[in-house]
């Protein structure tokens, strides 16, 4: 049996620099979370299938990873980490009356169909608010995603926010089959406005609710599009929906996030979990949202508390993308390389302490006597290493600075 080397189609392997980068904007990303208040959970990689059937509003059931244990249950690798946060948040704080604020990083697994080089394993980073129902938990949760985003160094992004109930009023006024409607959901998703237009010319659909849908594309932008949005909603859920929206942008005001936001009236929640505003994040260098979020007033209901929650997942990997095409740098630590010989391998090992008690990272290789030190100049620059402590057999050290070229020379046992 021929021996597979290579990884299954839609993961891959992270190494060196760009696993570097990837931990290291984890960690700002998760800086941020805790400064607003939120802690970490960690949640199992795999759950019990029903924690993402059908009624969740997950992924579709079709593309998770499921799999069997020993007594024969269900299992499912976690396509979305929501639903398992929402699961653990109504068991270990069924009780708790006060707001809970839990953030998480991890990997989630989807069974799509590849293509343009999608992957099926991704890692988000998120945060879920549990137990209120306000604009400020709303606000909260944008401002944070805005303050992250800008942490990474991305200057030119925006988020859009639009309300479930102003998209499911429309479709509501329509007067349409749930599966009809469904399907004028979809091309909506898929901006195919004229598709719409054709499925309610064929039906006996207001005129004024026609004239809202042919307005839809054109409710993309700031904060003046919703004076109009008010106009054309179609019941009062809709005008209470708009209203929410200008209420929130006052307090994004506030927060100085503002620049930011663009408002798009159109958008129909990715997960089928989503009950009022939903948003997403968007920048240069990738072709798909960075961060999904969204208020899911009753997914915690399904595992027994009767809770609003609100919550953003940032997709790491299309963040990572994104950040390398606009080339902008995300801060790490730097590495550096101490080579000795066998004779300067005791002074190499007290040097290496001194060096790593204040905090300062180093990778130690002995070379043969005759070895010259353009050998791991080289090495050194394919392998990121910022600098060289080049240790001599007569105790002098060579720092070369590899970014720079600069090459000094120390006495060994004055860094001792």
């Known amino acids: 049996m021929e021996q597979k080397l290579h990884t299954p189609e839609g993961v891959r392997d992270i190494y060196n620099k760009e696993c570097e980068t990837k931990l290291a904007l984890q960690k700002t990303l998760s800086t941020v979370l805790h400064l607003y208040g939120y802690q970490d959970i960690q949640t199992p990689t795999f759950e019990y299938d029903d924690v993402f059937r059908k009624e969740i509003g997950s992924t579709s059931t079709k593309e998770l990873y499921r799999f069997f244990d020993r007594d024969g249950n269900i299992l499912a690798l976690r396509p ?230 609100i919550g953003f997942a940032i997709i790491v990997d299309e963040l990572m993308s994104a950040l390398n095409r606009q080339k902008i740098t995300v801060r790490t630590g730097t590495r550096n390389l101490l080579v000795y010989t066998e004779a300067t391998e005791k002074w190499a090992v007290s040097l290496a302490g001194t060096f790593r008690s204040k905090g300062k990272n180093i990778e130690m290789i002995k070379r043969e006597p005759e070895e010259e030190r353009e050998v791991y100049e080289a090495y050194g620059k394919r392998s990121s290493i910022a600098s060289i402590l080049y240790l001599r057999d007569d105790l002098k050290i060579e720092m070369v600075n590899l970014r720079t070229g600069e090459v000094k020379t120390a006495d060994a046992r004055k860094h001792r």
């Open 80 to 309: 979305d980490i929501t639903p398992s946060v929402a699961r653990a948040a109504a068991t270990l704080f069924e009780s708790e009356d006060f707001p809970i604020r839990l953030c998480y990083a991890g990997n989630t697994f989807i069974n799509h169909t590849s293509y343009q080089g999608r992957l099926k394993e991704n890692t988000q980073l998120g945060a879920e608010l549990i137990g209120l129902d306000s604009i400020e938990a709303d606000a909260e949760m944008l401002a944070m995603v805005v303050d992250g985003l800008k942490k990474t160094g991305l200057k030119e992004f925006q988020i859009n926010i639009g309300h479930v109930d102003f998209s499911q009023s429309l479709l509501e006024a329509t007067g349409l089959e749930e599966e009809e409607r469904e399907e004028i959901r979809a091309l909506i998703v898929n901006r195919n406005y004229f598709g719409v237009e054709e499925i309610l010319d064929n039906h006996a659909v207001k005129d004024s609710v026609k004239e809202a849908f042919h307005l839809l594309p054109e409710l993309i932008g700031g904060p003046e599009i919703l004076e109009t949005a008010s106009r054309i909603a179609p019941n009062a859920n809709a005008r209470l929906a708009i209203s929410r929206l200008q209420q929130i942008y006052r307090l994004l005001e506030l927060y100085k996030a503002e620049d930011h936001i663009t408002f798009d009236l159109s958008m129909m929640g990715s997960y089928g979990y989503y009950t009022g505003v939903v948003f997403r994040a968007y920048t240069y260098g990738t072709g798909d949202a960075v961060v999904r979020g969204g208020r899911y007033d009753h997914l915690l209901e399904k595992f027994g508390k009767n809770t609003p929650s």
